[in-house]
Nanobody, 128 residues
């Protein structure tokens, strides 16, 4: 079983950048498909970006496409999310998640039910 710990959140002005990290322990990130999700107050958790076990396949929500980049370093057991051109609507708690890849994940890589393991979250606040 993998344990996930996010870091790198903070406050930034609109147009700025932040980088999030998710450190995995207990198992290798190379065994998992992984993703980043966010949840704003009063809203449902939504998928932001996802990456395949090898890192060769990436998926993005339309709202972040062209601004966010997901990557993973399996040697360091770490998942990353680079966020650029941040907007106030990007403000949310950001979570990383992992799952043992199966056919269902490839059908819905940005859906929360596709994941079994979750971190505790890191807050991102973008001010206008």
């Amino acid at each position: 079983q993998v344990q996930l710990v996010e870091s790198g959140g903070g406050s930034v002005q609109a147009g700025g950048s932040l980088s999030l990290s998710c450190a995995a322990s207990g198992s290798s990130t190379g065994s998992y498909c992984m993703g980043w999700f966010r949840q704003a107050p009063g809203k449902e958790r939504e998928g932001v970006a996802a990456i395949s076990r090898s890192g060769g396949g990436t998926y993005y929500a339309d709202s972040v496409k062209g601004r966010f980049i997901i990557s993973k370093d399996n040697a360091k057991n770490t998942l990353y999310l680079q966020m650029h051109s941040l907007k106030p609507e990007d403000t949310a708690m950001y979570y990383c998640a992992a799952t043992l890849c199966g056919g269902g994940w490839y059908l819905r890589p940005l859906a929360p039910p596709s994941y079994n393991y979750w971190g505790q979250g890191t807050q991102v606040t973008v001010s206008s």
